[in-house]
């Protein structure tokens, strides 16, 4: 390459379309990271910024890990890549062995993926093939919940509930319903952890069931603290009514815990934090400290064993990836689960908890602030949108946030965080105390 054509490869910002980005907005002033070590970013123009988020929710032991550099990299010279399909390498076994130590009693088998969408739609399909396997094949339907965020793919935004996520995208999975969300400012504002209000609108599935008849439903998911869609917390007692209906009805419950899991929320699971146990889990995101690409589906032993059935050369569940449970990405999951073990990282944001509430909680009474709520590591300040402009309020506080050196997230009017669990209490503070001047100056 010449130089002169160098130099146009390198300013040329137009040819990657940026996922779930302002695009043209960021390609007239770029926010460019260039490197990450510990709980900061540094920026192309030299400056550190404090990772207010992990990342994306899955950086959860912090930037830079060399024991995880180190693992993938032998990994990648022993052995680079296997088939996934009708065949095996020892990592992948290993990892689901470890991983199934972590998860509730009973739920003791893994399906591999490489992301959360892709965990979801591999839920979904177990979900609908498990009611066929056993004779119930009638089970076609699925029940997601408004506001819910289930990844991307098809099966994802058909049960989820965000409307920009699924209005562009025709008629998306028939025989999908949603129950209510759980939001609701006006009875739960500046709750610290489980709101007190709203555990009856688990009963809309009931509803739901009187509609369809339970014989046709297959599942419900939700997530269990709903994170991309602001941080919802479950109302106390929400998760509980759901598990005793659907067991009522023979409905499979499904977690979505591709943030909830691997210590977001001070313990391994989501469904640990509630004390209610999923039919199914999905994750992503923390099973690799989010360094490389890989997504976990737990189930449950009756589902696993339900397919184990008819000839033996038969395959029993005719679903995969051609990086399922890959020798890189595994590698990367023991590395990762290594340092949680070893620093205690699944249970660290219990111990944090209480003082990052009081922080956040701190921020009650700056103008515009209409809730704030926290659970776990998990946090948001809800912003009251400014007439005609929804979004435009809390995408000025990440703009400047990112200038005065932290990084939050925002969706909607919501500022959302969700720092790295190696957190200390003294960088609670200057996340919090930064977030305070930038609300402080906002129009
Ligand atoms: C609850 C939930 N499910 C699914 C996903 C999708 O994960 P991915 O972006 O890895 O496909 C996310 C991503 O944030 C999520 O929060």
């Not at 062995?97 to 003791?108: F, Q």
């Not at 506001?147 to 025989?175: A, D, E």
């Not at 957190?423 to 503070?429: A, C, L, R, Y």
Request: proline share 5%; net charge negative; charged share 20%.
């Amino acid at each position: 390459m010449s130089a002169d054509a160098a130099v146009r490869v390198t300013n040329n910002l137009e040819a990657f379309w940026m996922p779930f980005s302002a695009n043209r907005q960021f390609k007239q002033k770029p926010r460019m990271l260039v490197a990450a070590e510990g709980t900061r970013y540094r920026t192309a123009d030299g400056r550190e910024v404090l990772d207010g988020t992990s990342g994306l929710w899955c950086v959860n032991a912090g930037h830079g890990r060399r024991q995880i550099a180190d693992a993938v990299h032998r990994q990648l010279t022993e052995l680079d890549y296997a088939p996934a399909f009708q065949m095996g390498h020892p990592k992948a076994f290993e990892l689901a062995a470890r991983l199934i130590t972590l998860t509730p009693p009973g739920i003791d088998h893994v399906f591999f993926t490489n992301s959360g969408s892709e965990s979801v739609d591999t839920a979904l399909k177990i979900a609908l093939a498990y009611h066929r396997v056993r004779g119930e094949g009638s089970r076609f339907r699925l029940i997601g919940r408004e506001r819910g965020y289930h990844g991307v793919n098809f099966g994802g935004i058909s049960v989820g509930g965000i409307v920009t996520n699924r209005k562009m995208f025709g008629t998306l999975l028939t025989g999908v319903d949603h129950i209510r969300h759980t939001h609701d400012i006006e009875r739960n504002a500046f709750t610290r952890g489980q709101p007190a209000y709203g555990a009856e609108l688990a009963d809309d599935l009931e509803r739901l069931v009187a509609l369809h008849d339970a014989s046709t439903i297959a599942a419900v998911i939700v997530e269990p603290v709903a994170g991309s869609t602001g941080v919802l917390l479950p109302p106390k007692g929400y998760l509980e009514r759901l598990r005793a209906i659907c067991d009522r009805h023979g409905i499979l419950l499904i977690f979505d815990e591709v943030i909830t899991g691997f210590g977001r929320l001070g313990t391994p699971f989501g469904a640990d934090y509630f004390g209610v146990t999923p039919d199914i889990m999905t994750t992503a995101k923390g099973v690799t400290n989010g360094v490389v690409p890989m997504g976990a589906v737990f189930v449950k032993n009756e589902i696993y064993e339900a397919f184990m059935n008819g000839p033996e050369h038969l395959i029993e569940f005719f679903h995969g990836y051609t990086y399922s449970g890959n020798p890189v990405s595994c590698a990367a999951g023991l590395a990762t689960l290594d340092i949680y073990q070893e620093e205690g990282l699944l249970t660290r944001g219990a111990e944090l908890e209480s003082y990052f509430a009081d922080a956040l909680h701190d921020l009650r009474g700056l103008p515009h602030v209409i809730d704030i709520r926290n659970c776990g590591m998990v946090g948001a300040v809800e912003l009251e949108p400014i007439p005609g402009a929804p979004t435009k309020r809390a995408f000025t506080a990440f703009i400047e946030a990112f200038e005065r050196g932290i990084m939050i997230r925002t969706t909607g009017d919501i500022i959302a965080i969700s720092p790295p669990l190696i957190f200390e209490k003294s960088e609670i503070d200057e996340l919090v105390g930064t977030l305070r001047d930038v609300i402080g100056k906002l129009d």
